[in-house]
């Protein structure tokens, strides 16, 4: 496939991304926008056009690169400099013990949390990726395709609009281009979104729609559990014809969440305002006198279901946290030790 040549501010170029570089780094190189990793290097666009360009293992170690993500690419050398600071950085706590976040996709101005008026709709899920999404610096928007597929999409709607203050939710057909053309005010020129959600959701008929093309693999859904199978095996981006970036993703069988407090309490707002009127500041709602969080809950003010997810989410990110915080502290006292054998060897040496 062969990509037409775009300026910078098509790209998505912003002028505070201008300020991070410096005229050393223009003499060094140019920057250019990275729309898939691949395991040998990065594509990327620039204004220049598209160009395949090597990942030094260095830059992939540190913190990596993701799609979306605006590098500094060597004059003349084809090879990736550095990664320019993000404007929001999507990620995911990475499966396995260590806790470590995996870049997903960089400089997003919305995400398009996928769900289906179906068995997959599952608040609590999608609590998970609202506070995924608030932690990542960008705009949820929650998507909820199949609506042609059952009569009470509205129901699904007024649900969803519960688990975040101000939340825009969007039921839609996925098949059907006048339906997804719903998406259009989050689709400006030089704007960049990403689809996240259960396999099978339709995030790749989505994407592929709002591309012109089919891009992306999309599959049968299978009758039985609601889920299809996994389609979307890389991440990349792909303009619209109206000058915006889509990003697809692949399904998540498990998003594991460290997101900070704020930024959970934010999607809990609710239940945070409950809890300046307990009677006591230090209240843990948990059969506390005077407690207005439980008081709620008993009369049904406050899903029970929507407290018990929120300290959760609350329990596993502290969890993550702490954990990073740990394996941090380890890393620093074992380069102290390194570092202080190294010099006792070459004192030695140099006797
Ligand atoms: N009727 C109907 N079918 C849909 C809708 N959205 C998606 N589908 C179908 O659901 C199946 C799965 O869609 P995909 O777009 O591949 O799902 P995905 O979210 O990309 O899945 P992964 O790539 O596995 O994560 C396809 O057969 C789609 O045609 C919709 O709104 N209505
Ligand atoms: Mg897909
Ligand atoms: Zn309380």
Same mark, same amino acid.
């Given at each position: 496939?062969?990509?037409?040549?775009?300026?910078?501010?098509?790209?998505?170029?912003?002028?505070?991304?201008?300020?991070?570089?410096?005229?050393?780094?223009?003499?060094?190189?140019?920057?250019?926008?990275?729309?898939?990793?691949?395991?040998?290097?990065?594509?990327?666009?620039?204004?220049?056009?598209?160009?395949?360009?090597?990942?030094?293992?260095?830059?992939?170690?540190?913190?990596?690169?993701?799609?979306?993500?605006?590098?500094?690419?060597?004059?003349?050398?084809?090879?990736?400099?550095?990664?320019?600071?993000?404007?929001?950085?999507?990620?995911?706590?990475?499966?396995?013990?260590?806790?470590?976040?995996?870049?997903?996709?960089?400089?997003?101005?919305?995400?398009?949390?996928?769900?289906?008026?179906?068995?997959?709709?599952?608040?609590?899920?999608?609590?998970?990726?609202?506070?995924?999404?608030?932690?990542?610096?960008?705009?949820?928007? #929650?998507?909820?395709?199949? &609506?042609? *597929? %059952?009569?009470?999409?509205? !129901?699904?709607? =007024?649900? @969803?609009? $519960?688990?975040?203050?101000?939340?825009?939710?969007?039921?839609?057909?996925?098949?059907?281009?006048?339906?997804?053309?719903?998406?259009?005010?989050?689709?400006?020129?030089?704007?960049?979104?990403?689809?996240?959600?259960?396999?099978?959701?339709?995030?790749?008929?989505?994407?592929?729609?709002?591309?012109?093309?089919?891009?992306?693999?999309?599959?049968?859904?299978?009758?039985?559990?609601?889920?299809?199978?996994?389609?979307?095996?890389?991440?990349?981006?792909?303009?619209?014809?109206?000058?915006?970036?889509?990003?697809?993703?692949?399904?998540?069988?498990?998003?594991? #969440?460290?997101?900070?407090? &704020?930024? *959970? %309490?934010?999607?809990?707002? !609710?239940?945070? =305002?409950? @809890?300046? $009127?307990?009677?006591?500041?230090?209240?843990?709602?948990?059969?506390?006198?005077?407690?207005?969080?439980?008081?709620?809950?008993?009369?049904?003010?406050?899903?029970?279901?929507?407290?018990?997810?929120?300290?959760?989410?609350?329990?596993?990110?502290?969890?993550?946290?702490?954990?990073?915080?740990?394996?941090?502290?380890?890393?620093?006292?074992?380069?102290?030790?390194?570092?202080?054998?190294?010099?006792?060897?070459?004192?030695?040496?140099?006797?």
């Amino acid at each position: 496939m062969s990509f037409q040549t775009f300026s910078l501010h098509q790209l998505g170029w912003q002028a505070e991304y201008a300020r991070l570089l410096t005229l050393a780094d223009f003499d060094a190189g140019y920057p250019a926008r990275v729309m898939a990793v691949h395991r040998s290097g990065l594509a990327v666009l620039s204004s220049r056009g598209a160009m395949a360009v090597a990942l030094p293992h260095a830059l992939a170690e540190s913190g990596g690169v993701a799609v979306g993500d605006w590098v500094l690419v060597e004059h003349e050398a084809d090879r990736a400099l550095r990664v320019l600071d993000r404007r929001s950085l999507l990620s995911r706590v990475a499966a396995g013990g260590d806790h470590r976040r995996q870049p997903i996709a960089a400089n997003l101005d919305a995400l398009f949390v996928v769900s289906s008026c179906n068995d997959d709709f599952n608040p609590s899920r999608l609590e998970r990726y609202l506070a995924l999404a608030l932690d990542a610096g960008v705009l949820p928007v #929650v998507v909820l395709t199949k &609506a042609d *597929l %059952g009569e009470d999409a509205a !129901d699904y709607v =007024a649900a @969803a609009e $519960q688990l975040m203050p101000g939340l825009s939710v969007l039921a839609v057909n996925a098949l059907d281009e006048a339906s997804v053309s719903q998406l259009g005010p989050w689709l400006t020129p030089g704007k960049t979104v990403a689809f996240v959600g259960s396999s099978g959701v339709g995030k790749s008929t989505l994407a592929n729609h709002l591309t012109g093309a089919a891009m992306q693999r999309t599959a049968g859904i299978r009758e039985d559990d609601a889920r299809g199978r996994h389609t979307t095996t890389a991440r990349e981006m792909f303009p619209t014809p109206g000058g915006a970036w889509v990003i697809d993703t692949p399904g998540m069988r498990e998003l594991r #969440v460290a997101v900070g407090e &704020a930024e *959970l %309490g934010a999607v809990f707002d !609710d239940i945070d =305002a409950l @809890a300046t $009127q307990c009677r006591f500041g230090d209240c843990r709602h948990e059969g506390d006198a005077g407690c207005a969080v439980e008081a709620a809950v008993a009369d049904g003010a406050l899903d029970a279901r929507r407290l018990s997810n929120y300290r959760k989410l609350q329990r596993e990110s502290a969890h993550a946290q702490r954990s990073l915080r740990e394996q941090h502290e380890h890393s620093r006292q074992f380069n102290a030790v390194v570092t202080q054998a190294m010099r006792v060897k070459k004192e030695k040496l140099g006797r």
